[in-house]
């Protein structure tokens, strides 16, 4: 079946080290996003790709840096993660034309 | 500006009655709505979805939802909810403020469900 796939699932960090989450996608869609999202809250679009053509959100914080390296590849890079940061970071895809996003599983992020 | 409004933070129901979740909106032209479920732990996944037609929609898991433009409201129905139906339950709309593609979403409502 198509799908969006998001590796790890879960991921434990430190306090500053690096992250990098991957979501990958066999829809073929155009256009796929990172949301983040809190517990209880609604998902907080950071960026998007439309293509190759990269779409960051004026409150994404210079912390979060993005690459889509290819259409079926995207991923999120955390610089230096606080622990603020800790969330459920959920991948998302679109055709061109359609309104409709489809979502991975989503990974959830520990900063400890 | 744009947003989607959710009045029921949680919802609680019996198993086996029937279920109203609302979705209140405010948009310029003719939305097009969406209703996403999420699990506990995992992504979304779109229930229905409204962009023109018909103004009752239906879904998957048995869920329904009607566009009443007078009242700006898409709001999702179920006749009998079954026990997995627990979930958070967001409305969204798309945002017509120059990108189309990206959604505006409510806060969500929480149903639990009582056996």
């Known amino acids: 079946d198509a799908m969006v796939i998001q590796n790890p699932r879960y991921q434990v960090t430190q306090f500053g080290k690096p992250v990098t989450l991957s979501c990958s996608q066999t829809?073929?869609?155009?256009?796929m996003y990172w949301y983040q999202q809190k517990s209880s809250q609604a998902p907080k679009l950071l960026f998007h790709y439309y293509d190759k053509d990269f779409n960051n959100e004026a409150d994404t914080p210079d912390n979060f840096q993005s690459r889509r390296p290819n259409t079926s590849f995207c991923f999120l890079d955390i610089r230096s993660p606080g622990l603020g940061d800790a969330a459920m970071y959920l991948c998302a895809t679109s055709p061109i034309g359609s309104y409709e996003q489809y979502f991975g599983p989503g990974t959830r992020l520990t900063v400890t | 500006a744009q947003s989607v409004t959710q009045p029921d933070i949680h919802i609680t129901v019996s198993e086996g009655a029937s279920l109203e979740l609302r979705c209140n909106y405010s948009y310029g032209a003719t939305p097009y709505l969406f209703w996403y479920v999420q699990s506990p732990g995992q992504g979304l996944q779109l229930l229905l979805k409204y962009f023109s037609g018909d103004t009752l929609v239906q879904g998957i898991k048995g869920f329904e939802a009607e566009f009443k433009r007078s009242q700006s409201s898409f709001n999702l129905r179920k006749p009998s909810v079954h026990w997995s139906d627990a979930a958070e339950y967001f409305c969204?709309?798309?945002?017509?403020?120059?990108?189309?593609?990206?959604?505006?979403w409510g806060l969500g409502t929480s149903l639990a469900v009582n056996p």
């Open positions: 969204a709309v798309n945002d017509n403020a120059g990108n189309n593609r990206k959604l505006i």
């Open positions: 829809l073929n869609h155009n256009v």
